[in-house]
């Protein structure tokens, strides 16, 4: 009988994570400083990143050590397991074999806990006694403040207004793990108030959260900012993710021919594919590597590669990546995580070079496949996984008409259980493909800054 799920051992979980800028045939162009427009040297980053991050951020070293005490907090909930889809190759009477590594398994319900307790660790060995951040649906927000909890510094969360009102149950729980939270733009930073007083009724954005976040750490010498995707840093976390899925595939004799994950900032699709990546470059594997982003917010497959900001208000480095433009207002989807108007400088990097693609589906399709595969696995996947789940859908049918027995991998970044409103949208109201803005697009697009 054919095994379904294939565990590690507390004692395989990796002792180090992997950097694939040691072995990338190009790099990114280096962060641009948002002033001088000279590129970003550590001494910038000093006020908001401990040394540790930084010095993350910046190495080509391939392998990268975690702390014992890290390892000790994976022990929680990682090795994650790798689960064949069995019940789902069936549905879809694939010869493909499909199976995923589970991500939800974390206390926090996705990936984003790799990288928080990191995060959080590094801060409290530079004596760091605060952490700001922002969150948008808040799956970040609940991540940063569980690890926070867990090392005793306290977590300040600037949640977006629209969010902070239409999803209470997500700001308990970050409440539970003692979290500080703040309904963005707030009265608490010079950023939020100004907004405030041209319109108090502005329902916030990430953008502004992220303005009133890292105003607040830079005002304070004793706080920190933290950062839950795109940075190199928060990609490096996550290669534990590849590293395991790598050891567990072994158990059972198999290689991918495709590696899918969902792709907002780029950290899950970067945390799966990069250990892939590796063996792609240097050995000539035949993976293909795929990122799966909203047709709503199309930033692999419509945007630019070029120099653009992080954020709404220009106050962040300039990153080398793809980009739909910081003004790109994408249209209301349920993947919440996955409208970001840029994605990792790494991940751009690698589709730039061919060495991974894009996809883009519609949210339609996407909660059809998301739904299918909650009926066959048991598992409500959140909206964002389900991006990767209908990719490899659509990969193992075309294996079927091909009459190829492929191997899929593709990564479960999070559970949907805090997601139920949306899947009852999809059940009961009718969930639509909102088109995006083609004028808008254009007019954000032809304001990338020119450098
Ligand atoms: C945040 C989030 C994402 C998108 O972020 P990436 O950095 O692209 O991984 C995807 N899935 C879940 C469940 C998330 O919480």
């Known amino acids: 009988m054919s095994k379904v799920k294939v565990f590690l051992e507390e004692k395989d979980i990796p002792r180090a994570w992997y950097n694939i800028q040691a072995d990338m045939p190009n790099l990114p162009k280096p962060a641009m400083h948002p002033a001088t427009k ?20 910046m190495t080509r070293d391939r392998w990268v050590e975690i702390p014992d005490e890290v390892r000790e907090i994976y022990k929680l909930w990682r090795p994650s397991p790798l689960i064949r889809a069995r019940r789902l190759e069936q549905a879809l009477d694939t010869p493909a074999k499909i199976y995923f590594k589970h991500e939800g398994v974390s206390p926090a319900g996705s990936h984003k806990l790799n990288t928080a307790v990191p995060q959080v660790y590094y801060n409290k060995v530079a004596g760091t006694k605060r952490l700001t951040t922002e969150t948008g649906a808040g799956q970040w927000g609940i991540a940063l403040s569980q690890a926070c909890s867990f090392f005793d510094l306290a977590c300040i969360v600037y949640m977006v207004k629209i969010s902070y009102q239409q999803k209470p149950y997500r700001r308990t729980m970050m409440e539970v793990f003692g979290a500080r939270m703040y309904a963005s733009p707030s009265e608490n930073t010079n950023t939020g108030r100004q907004i405030l007083q041209e319109n108090p009724d502005n329902m916030g954005s990430l953008g502004m959260a992220i303005s009133e976040a890292v105003e607040d750490a830079v005002g304070r010498d004793d706080t920190h900012y933290a950062l839950g995707s795109v940075l190199n840093h928060v990609l490096l976390h996550q290669t534990i993710i590849g590293l395991e899925a790598k050891k567990q595939l ?202």
């Open 250 to 451: 072994e158990l059972v004799d198999e290689y991918p021919d495709l590696v899918i994950a969902c792709c907002g900032g780029g950290s899950n699709f970067g945390g799966i594919a990069f250990p892939f990546a590796y063996d792609k470059i240097k050995e000539g594997a035949p993976v293909r590597l795929i990122a799966v982003e909203p047709s709503a917010c199309p930033t692999l497959t419509r945007g630019h590669h070029g120099y653009d900001y992080g954020d709404v208000a220009g106050y962040t480095p300039l990153l080398w990546m793809y980009s739909l433009g910081k003004d790109f207002m994408p249209p209301g989807i349920h993947a919440g995580g996955l409208r970001y108007h840029g994605a990792s400088p790494l991940v751009s990097q690698l589709i730039k070079d061919g060495i991974a693609e894009a996809q883009s589906y519609g949210q339609s399709a996407v909660f059809d496949s998301g739904v299918l595969f909650a009926r066959c696995e048991g598992i409500i996947p959140a909206p964002e996984s389900s991006h990767a789940i209908h990719s490899a859908v659509v990969e193992a049918l075309a294996a079927r008409e091909a009459g190829e027995a492929k191997t899929i991998l593709f990564n479960l970044s999070g559970h949907g259980l805090l997601d139920l409103p949306s899947y009852e949208s999809y059940l009961h109201k009718g969930l639509v493909d909102s088109p995006i803005s083609e004028e808008g697009l254009k007019k954000a697009m032809a304001n990338l800054p020119q450098i």
């Open 38 to 57: 000279k590129p970003v040297v550590p001494e910038d980053l000093v006020p908001i990143f401990p040394r540790g991050l930084i010095d993350q951020e």
